[in-house]
């Protein structure tokens, strides 16, 4: 899947989404379905679909949220395995392109560097690097939508460890994961305690001579069957898109009373979590050295592991966690401060990501660069002042898709109301007098601490808030006022569109 089309004849398009990943499909399914008449395309920088789950090949990488809400609510999810491996999500999007005849939509190695918004035109030029031609593209549109997720793609979170020259052997972030990494009879160090750690460790044993886990500090972690019994007892007694219904109604109200409990009850939260640990460990663990967080549950995410698999080989002694802060790296692995040394072969830094929102496009509005940090984010998808652009940025509390997916919807539902109107151009406007702004994630995970302060803002009502309840936001999205007060809206230009001058 990586053919290359020509936007030739096709502009100004109606809408541009950058990004085919799991955002940037789903809006093209949405757009297809919803509003045939317009037109659209999506461009992808890299040369497949997946996002994601093309970019990352490290061993074991799967999703840790289940599948009947990550998946799409209009697809289907056919898998017995609730919690899934990048394959199988690779495959479910290639079928979701297949099936809505997206292929001929989107454009490969088209990287989007910046776009400008033409207030006398009503357009946005986007500018694009081909990178299959090594030139500059440009592209018109009438409305910009970022399907380019939250982090940046071209480099992982990676901090310097002192004597990182002294080591012997091979220094690797998942990120960029060698395709011919052999590490059979190796031993391993993992650093991190996040999830990309957590299914890092169980995939590795097997093949490696052990596998040591070294975290400065520990994160809740949460044994989950990989399979939904009752799902897969459904999809056999009723329609697939019953069945799948179903499971995702029951999954989603999972997820928020597990996320209200830890909010409203955090010592009881965390004392369930605890037993949970104790009981896939063996007797005598030291369950309080190295599974006791210093915050309450969810105050950043969990680390859901399918069927135990962690517990187990920490169980099997193939695995083992070392907690505490690292002194250096040394020829042979890595010094604790304690004085504990961890023999290594090869070192895994499972240190993180770098957050990078819109891909790192340069917006401009009639030329003046548009600043992140000074804007207010409305309904979570747009930004003041900046007109006919809207970005998707899923849940940190629950399936990150199942916001993106009212996301896609409620923007389908303005561009039709819009068109019912007369209007062409749609802008937040920032309310007047004061408005107590607040970070756009409250989440206390290292990568948005790093760059909360180059993010744009949220406010402290509706609808400049960043909203954390699917059941809420999707009754507001299928029943709610399509156009709020804070949305101006504009008809197209009187005039013809001004013409480029022809260069020799």
């Known amino acids: 899947m990586n053919a290359i089309h020509s936007f030739s004849g096709e502009e100004p398009l109606d809408v541009l989404i950058v990004g085919a990943g799991i955002s940037g499909i789903g809006c093209g399914c949405y757009l297809t379905t919803d509003l045939p008449e317009k037109t659209w395309a999506i461009v992808e920088g890299r040369g497949e679909i997946g996002g994601t789950w093309d970019l990352f090949r490290y061993p074991g990488i799967r999703s840790d949220s ?61 500018t694009l690097h081909r990178s299959d031609i090594d030139a500059d593209v440009t592209i018109k549109c009438r409305w910009l939508f970022g399907a380019t997720g939250y982090y940046d793609y071209d480099e992982g979170f990676r901090p310097e460890f002192k004597g990182e020259e002294d080591f012997k052997g091979q220094i690797i972030h998942p990120q960029h994961w060698p395709e011919d990494l052999d590490y059979t009879g190796k031993r391993i160090a993992v650093i991190g305690s996040g999830a990309t750690a957590v299914t890092l460790v169980p995939a590795m044993t097997p093949t490696a001579a052990h596998v040591t886990q070294i975290q400065r500090t520990p994160t809740y972690v949460l044994p989950m069957p990989s399979e939904d019994k009752i799902g897969n007892w459904l999809k056999r007694w009723l329609p697939a898109k019953t069945a799948y219904a179903l499971t995702r109604w029951k999954n989603v109200r999972r997820q928020r009373w597990v996320w209200l409990f830890c909010q409203k009850f955090p010592n009881a939260a965390r004392n369930w979590i605890r037993k949970m640990n104790v009981k896939e460990l063996p007797e005598g663990y030291p369950v309080d050295v190295h599974f006791k967080p210093p915050y309450g549950p969810w105050d950043q995410r969990l680390c859901a592991v399918p069927d135990g698999d962690f517990f187990k080989e920490l169980s099997a002694g193939r695995a083992s966690i070392v907690t505490g802060q690292i002194d250096r790296f040394t020829e042979t692995g890595v010094l604790m401060e304690s004085g504990e040394e961890i023999p290594a072969d090869i070192i895994v830094t499972a240190t993180g990501l770098n957050m990078k929102l819109f891909g790192g496009i340069e917006l401009r509005v009639d030329h003046k ?17 900046v007109p006919n652009f809207c970005f998707a940025v899923g849940y940190t509390n629950s399936s990150w898709t199942l916001k993106i997916g009212l996301l896609c919807q409620y923007f389908c539902r303005l561009l039709k109301e819009m068109d019912d109107r007369g209007m062409a151009v749609c802008v937040p406007e920032r309310p007047e007098g004061e408005i107590e702004t607040r970070p756009l994630m409250d989440f206390g995970a290292g990568y948005v601490k790093r760059a909360i302060r180059w993010m744009p803002r949220q406010g402290d009502r509706e609808p400049w808030e960043m909203t954390f309840s699917y059941i809420a936001d999707a009754h507001m999205v299928k029943h709610g006022p399509v156009i709020d007060p804070a949305l101006h809206l504009s008809p197209a230009p009187t005039h013809e569109p001004k013409k480029e001058k022809a260069t020799a």
């Open 369 to 385: 660069r548009v600043l992140p940090p000074q804007k207010l984010v409305f309904k979570g998808m747009m930004l003041d002042g």
């Open 66 to 126: 289940d599948l009947f809400t990550f998946g799409y609510d209009f697809k289907p999810w056919r898998s017995d395995k609730a919690i899934a491996g990048a394959d199988e999500i690779m495959s479910y999007l290639r079928e979701t392109v297949e099936e809505y005849d997206l292929e001929k939509k989107i454009r490969f190695h088209h990287k989007v560097t910046g776009a400008n918004w033409d207030s006398e035109e009503a357009l946005w030029t986007v």
